[in-house]
């Protein structure tokens, strides 16, 4: 069990699946983080403990991004317990460094990127899902310099296990390279600078299959559709304002509609596209994130676009109340 059933929550409000119940592939809907001292007593319920935050959240919702990672490298044993206080079938994505992308900017990176791929990651096995690579405003595209480092990246947990070989000595004994499954690794880009909305970078990304995230930034950067690679992450921002604003319910159908398109294996209907059609396939799994927390929209506004996906009965309380006859959820649907 992945937290203790004497503080139960979950199962009976915390219903929900991970993908379509008809055709398509594997849609997840999710949330940016989850320590948030705003959502205490209104997201999370009253007197929950800090500790028990990722457990209830991760029953609530089937994936969730670690911002954490961001900001520095996690310790093994970080993901080791997140990886043990989450449900079966439930996804991480993780944030790649802001080391790489924002300071070093892609320059003399290969010893950063083995570092982040040894730190941890590999710990949380089977939930481990993209990694999402952040660029700053002030980022422009250089093909030269962004091919040399998609050519980097590791597209198997095998894959990145054999990087410790070139992590740093300061990793020696705060780091992890052991696998207990290979399995493939996805990746994804989110950028911020219009000399990235060109045709070339669509080009670019489809043949490395690395998926280019489409951000809902209420504006203030480009938001494309252009669909890279075998799967699809949104991440939204906030509708009106940037990290704040929440989701009305004609764009919440909006973007369910785009969704179950995607899922379809198909281009979204009415999406910005730099770049030739995407091809087609059978399906594709859609992975999907709030990030309006700043006013306590994210897991809310997540759990109503889950509801119009028909992937959860109802939406979430705020300052929901734990029953004691409740009991924890141990698995998600799985997939």
Known sequence: MFFN????????????????KSSGGVIRVGISGWTYKPWRGTFYPKKLAQKNELPYASAMLPSIEINGTFYGLQKPTSYAAWHAQTPAEFVFSVKAPRFITHMKRLRDVEAPIANFFVSGVLRLNEKLGPILWQFPPNFHFKPDLFEAFLEQL?????????????????????????????????????????????????????KHNVALVTADTAGKWPMLHDVTADFVYLRLHGEEELYASGYTEKSLEDWATKIRALSKGTDAPGGNRVGPAAQKRAKRDVYVYFDNDVKVRSPFDAARLAMKLGLRERPLEEAQTIESSEVPREQWPSV
Not at 189 to 200: G, K, L, M, P, Q
């Open 154 to 206: 590791p597209r198997s947990n095998t894959e990145a296990a054999k990087l410790l070989k070139r992590a740093d000595d300061r990793m020696k004994g705060r780091s992890w390279a052991k696998i207990d499954s290979d399995r493939p690794m996805r990746h994804a880009v989110e950028i911020r600078h219009e000399s990235f909305a060109t045709e070339s970078f669509v080009r670019l990304l489809r």
């Open 5 to 20: 059933p004497a503080g139960p929550y979950g199962i009976t409000f915390g219903m929900g699946d991970v993908r379509r």
